[in-house]
T-cell receptor, first 112, second 113 residues
Framework: GAGVSQSPSNKVTEKGKDVELRCDPI?????LYWYRQRLGQGLEFLIY????????KSGLPSDRFSAERTGESVSTLTIQRTQQEDSAVYLC??????????FGPGTRLTVT | KNQVEQSPQSLIILEGKNCTLQ??????????LRWYKQDTGRGPVSLTI???SENTKSNGRYTATLDADTKQSSLHITASQLSDSASYIC????WGGGNKLTFGTGTQLKVEL
């Protein structure tokens, strides 16, 4: 594909519901990253995939957050029992290992 | 304390003027430093990547400098254009950190007529 794509672009959900965010990386990129960007704040690292495994999950803020990657391609970030503080833009990036990361447009999540 | 500090937080300049954005970091051991441009509602896009041995790197009207001894970097924008209005983010990668990025909070630049 031309670049990293994410879906949905916007998601509004009620507090307590579960949400799934999807990332399609650039074909052939073995590394995939999830970040969160709260309004007016810098990006926060959430999780890093190398292939289908996640050697670094240190940024996941709570056990309500999980992510998986299949086929060394698409990844989903799942947030269970969403809270208002989960409202943010969730960005995905992909790269060849140790090379420049290419970011997707993000999913704007609003928890009401 | 954030390991990557940027200044100023925001900046307004007139079209055609130059500006310099600052980045100080404490991330160690250092691998490389990147400047990203993030337009509103979009993902960050890389402008420059600098390794330990590089002091300056240019990309069109953007010139980045790096002083690895003082752990400081700057991004200079010349002859600014309206389309330069964006958030500029300094990002540092720690050696052995699996390419995990440590982000600054960004400088919000607005270029006006």
């Amino acid at each position: 594909g031309a670049g990293v794509s994410q879906s949905p672009s916007n998601k509004v959900t009620e507090k307590g519901k579960d949400v799934e965010l999807r990332c399609d990386p650039i074909s052939g990129h073995t590394a995939l990253y999830w970040y969160r960007q709260r309004l007016g704040q810098g990006l926060e690292f959430l999780i890093y995939f190398q292939g289908n495994s996640a050697p670094d999950k240190s940024g996941l803020p709570s056990d309500r957050f999980s992510a998986e990657r299949t086929g060394e391609s698409v990844s989903t970030l799942t947030i269970q029992r969403t809270q208002q503080e989960d409202s943010a833009v969730y960005l995905c990036a992909s790269s060849l290992v140790r090379y420049e990361q290419y970011f997707g447009p993000g999913t704007r999540l609003t928890v009401t | 304390k954030n390991q990557v500090e940027q200044s100023p937080q925001s900046l307004i300049i007139l079209e055609g003027k130059n500006c310099t954005l600052q980045c100080n970091y404490t991330v160690s051991p250092f691998s490389n430093l990147r400047w990203y441009k993030q337009d509103t509602g979009r993902g960050p896009v890389s402008l420059t990547i600098m390794t330990f041995s590089e002091n300056t790197k240019s990309n069109g009207r953007y010139t980045a400098t790096l002083d690895a001894d003082t752990k400081q970097s700057s991004l200079h924008i010349t002859a600014s254009q309206l389309s330069d209005s964006a958030s500029y983010i300094c990002v540092v990668i720690r050696w052995g950190g699996g390419n995990k990025l440590t982000f600054g909070t960004g400088t919000q630049l607005k270029v006006e007529l």
